[in-house]
């Protein structure tokens, strides 16, 4: 049973009226568990609203979803996955470890156990001290980290992240691709991960799958041989750029109809 | 804790300052302004400085502590003040409950029902056109016709009723806005643990909103109590602040100082009841980033 199954699925917003966007034709994608995928592809290309169609949060205009074996909107209703934002997201009026807590609340789970697995979490992304503080006391990365804790809490199957990193600096950015990995292969998640970031995609995934704007659609899915084990030195390493090197050729090849285009828009090249 | 004892005895301070210099220049103004009023531009515009129009504060002041009338069995104006006051807090108190929970309901209903919104807004908007004292007898009149299940209508309630009439207004629309400033994504991040609409608004959406509510409320406090004072003075509901407002105004060719005990009393009302806002809202943001607290 795959992860994630999308099949035929198209998402037209505005349908029949003069704003209507074509958001995203013909998508076909499968995830295997335990799969790494990144989303990539210029601003408007569909990306996002891909990864929202996985979590239910939007409805396919056309097509199906399906994940876990099940409908998209009975595996939102199970709480089969967990999802990461680009901001943090962490409700101000909560200590750290009730953050981590609210999906478990919403589940009704009862406090002692809710309470140890807000601890388990906290370990688990290396901030086991944190609990009792309220978020605006942390760094933006630690933020993030918490936000990751608490899309894991439940111990969903499937983490869906929308450029969660995009708005850290490049240091932090680095040090939690890295913690990312680790976490996902310490809990055995599946992540489909949206960025904007070449290097960001490769490093961290077992295939890149690469789409284009107008109309929204999948062009080319990179595969990455970086093997399991992934360290700094990864990021020295030849198979690594020439990961980079496949994903912007595939990248600019989706250009290749917007005559001159050097750059691609929207995508950063570090 | 040093930092935060620190500004609130600076804002203490300012308060009296403030208070010392609207003292000063009415002081000044005895002095210098025109005993029987003055023109400018050929209109009426000078206050009259004489003591029948501005007594001194120190008369003001001295005469709480005088009995209310001649006559041997008379109360200390204070304590008539005090009493009348606690009167009028009590009422304005059942009038900012009810006109809260009003608010705050009616906010929920619009937050759930967009067509409510729509609906309901501009009705709201026009209720606070209507007049207050066109309304206080109407109120009256309904409500000493109202017998249901043993239940008769207490005079007084209809003073709380409009108290509640001034009071959830502002309330409704500062929660409102607040319930919808929960930001986009925290909204999905609920939608995608399933979460139901009610979990929503307790969760998310209330938490969230709690710093459009603070000073919402806080108007809605001082919108009751005016409530009350005028709808004590347009029923002639004996026993509260508006009643002591309007007799000590009658006699004031003859004892000047004896109103002012009496809106220094409501004055003082309002500030009690916005004081009990302020200590909620202490409460509920002290966990909160400083920036957000009002």
Sequence with gaps: MSAVHVAGVSKIFNQGTPKQVDALVDVNLTVEPGEFVSLIGPSGCGKSTLLRLIANLLEPTTGAVTVNGKTAAQSRLDQDYGMAFQQAGLFDWRSVAKNIELPLELKGWDKEKRAARAQEMLELVKLPEFADLMPWQLSGGMQQRIAIARALAAHPPLLLMDEPFGALDEMTREYMQGELLRICAETKTTVVFVTHSIPEAVYLSNRVVVMSPRPGRITEVVNVSLGANRSEDTRAADNFFSGITAVREALRGTHADHANAGAVRGVEDR | ?294
């Design chain 2, 1 to 294: 804790m040093n930092k935060q004892l620190r500004r609130a005895a600076y804002r203490t301070g300012m308060f009296l300052v403030s208070i010392a210099l609207v003292a000063v220049l009415w002081e000044l103004y005895k002095v210098v302004g025109p005993e029987k009023g003055g023109k400018l531009f050929g209109v009426a515009i000078l206050p009259r400085s004489n003591d029948t129009a501005m007594p001194h504060l120190w008369e003001m002041l001295s005469r709480y502590a005088e009995p209310e009338m001649r006559g041997p069995h008379s109360r200390q104006i204070w304590l008539v003040v005090l009493q009348g006051a606690w009167f009028s807090f009590r009422l304005a108190l059942v009038g900012f409950v009810i006109g809260s929970s009003i608010g705050v309901a009616l906010a929920a209903l619009m937050t759930r029902f967009k067509t409510m919104e729509r609906g309901l807004l501009p009705y709201l908007v026009v209720s606070q056109t209507v007049p207050l004292i066109a309304l206080a007898p109407l109120v009256v009149s309904w409500g000493g016709k109202l017998h249901i299940f043993g239940f008769t209508w207490p005079r007084w309630l209809s003073a709380s009723v409009l108290g509640a009439f001034l009071a959830f207004f502002p309330i409704a629309v500062g929660t409102l806005r607040g319930l919808k400033s929960a930001p986009a994504a925290s909204l999905e991040l609920m939608d995608s643990y399933a979460a139901s609409w009610k979990q929503t608004l307790f969760k998310l959406r209330f938490p969230a909103a709690i710093p459009y509510m603070v000073p919402a409320f806080k108007l809605g406090a001082s919108g009751s109590v005016i409530g009350v004072v005028v709808a004590e003075i347009s029923t002639g509901l004996k026993g509260g602040i508006g009643r002591l407002i309007i007799e000590y105004a009658r006699q004031a060719t003859g004892d000047p100082a004896k109103v002012f005990t009496a809106v220094f009393g409501a004055a003082g009302l309002g500030l009690a009841m916005a004081g009990l806002v302020t200590l909620a809202d202490v409460l509920l943001m002290r966990n909160r980033p400083k920036e957000t607290t009002t």
